[in-house]
C-alpha cells in the first residue's frame, strides 16, 4: 500500500547540470539546472527548463544558444555556487575560477574545467508555467580526453557526474553497475 | 582541450523510469524510458520522449495520461525486460510477475512492486523528430512507506534508483552523499 504525497516534482534520478550563455553585454555566464533531460534521439536534442526569474533565460531567448555541461563530484561545490547566485550580480567564473571558452559551434560559453559539454541551438521554447522549457539541439558533444573509454566513448564512471535527490535535496555521486542494458532483461 | 564526439545523445545521468499505459483494449503496459526530466515546479511536470513506433505512443495519444514509476536496483532486469519487449506481443505483466494496479487519479496501471510512482495528464505533445515528447501534469506521487524517510520525504538511498549510462549502455546504482544542494556552494 503506498501513500499519497501530494503532486510535487518527486522523481530519481534528476541531472546536475551546468548551463552555459552569453548575457546581453557578452559576459559568460553559467547556472545550474537539474529540471532538463534528453528529449529526442533524432535531431539529437536536450531539453532544460528554466524560471523566467533567472538571469541565464533572457540570455537564451536572446541568443538562442546554450552549452549544458556535465559537472564531476570534484566540481560539486562549484555546481552547487552556481545555482546559488546570480549571474546578474556576480560573475561566476571569477567566483569559481573557472575557464571560459567560447564555443566555435554555438553563441554560448563553457567552462574549460567541465569533463563533457553539449553544444546546443535552441530549437524549441516551450511555456510550462513556473518554468520554461528550452530544447536545445545537440550540435556537439565534446569531452575530455580522461574520461572517454574504449571507442572513444564516454564512461560514466570516469566522468562522474553528480546526481541531484529532490526531496532532501542532496548531492550524490554513481555507484556500481548494475548490467547492460538492452541484455539483462533477456533473461526473464 | 576537448575531444569533439559528434551530435549524440551522450549526457549523465540519466533515468531508467517505466511509463505505465493502458492499451486499446484496456490491458495494461509498462515500458522503460531514459529520455525525460522533470519540465516544470508549477504546475508540477514531468516530461518523458517516446518513438512514434512504440505501443505506449498511441495509448498515450488516445488515453492522455500515465504513470511513471521509479523502478529500484532489485528490478534491474524486469526493468530492461520492459524495454526489450513491446506490449503488442506480450503481456508484460505476466512475464514479470508484477502486479497492475489502477490508478484512482488518471486513466492508467502502474506496478505495486515499484517503489515510487506519479500518477500524471497529458497536458501538452511536442512532435520534436524521431521521438515525441509528453508533458505530463503529476497528479500525485505514490511511495511505499519504505522508502520514505524523516518527514515522510522520499530518499533516493532507500529507493535505489536506476541510472542509465547511454554510449555504453550500462545501468548503475546511486553512490555517495556529496553534500547538500543550495548549501555546500556557500562556501566559495
Request: net charge neutral.
Amino acid at each position: 500500500m503506498k501513500k499519497s504525497l501530494g503532486a510535487q516534482t518527486l522523481v530519481f534520478p534528476t541531472p546536475t547540470w551546468i548551463v552555459g550563455t552569453y548575457g546581453p553585454d557578452g559576459r559568460p555566464n553559467i547556472m545550474t539546472a537539474a529540471w532538463g533531460g534528453i528529449c529526442c534521439s533524432d535531431p539529437p536534442c536536450v531539453a532544460v527548463s528554466l524560471r523566467k526569474a533567472t538571469y541565464t533565460y533572457g540570455s537564451l531567448m536572446a541568443r538562442r544558444a546554450f552549452t549544458l555541461s556535465v559537472p564531476s563530484e570534484s566540481q560539486v561545490k562549484e555546481a552547487d555556487h552556481c545555482g546559488l547566485v546570480s549571474g546578474r550580480d556576480v560573475d561566476k567564473f571569477a567566483g569559481t575560477g573557472f575557464t571560459p571558452v567560447r564555443s566555435e559551434l554555438v553563441d554560448a560559453p563553457y567552462a574549460a574545467e567541465f569533463p563533457l559539454v553539449l553544444e546546443c541551438h535552441v530549437v524549441q521554447v516551450f511555456e510550462l508555467g513556473l518554468h520554461t522549457q528550452f530544447v536545445g539541439q545537440i550540435m556537439d558533444v565534446k569531452a575530455e580526453e580522461i574520461v572517454l573509454g574504449e571507442g572513444a566513448v564516454p564512461e560514466i564512471k570516469k566522468i562522474r557526474p553528480i546526481i541531484f535527490s529532490p526531496g532532501n535535496r542532496v548531492y550524490y555521486g554513481v555507484g556500481n553497475s548494475l548490467g547492460h542494458a538492452f541484455a539483462i532483461g533477456k533473461e526473464i
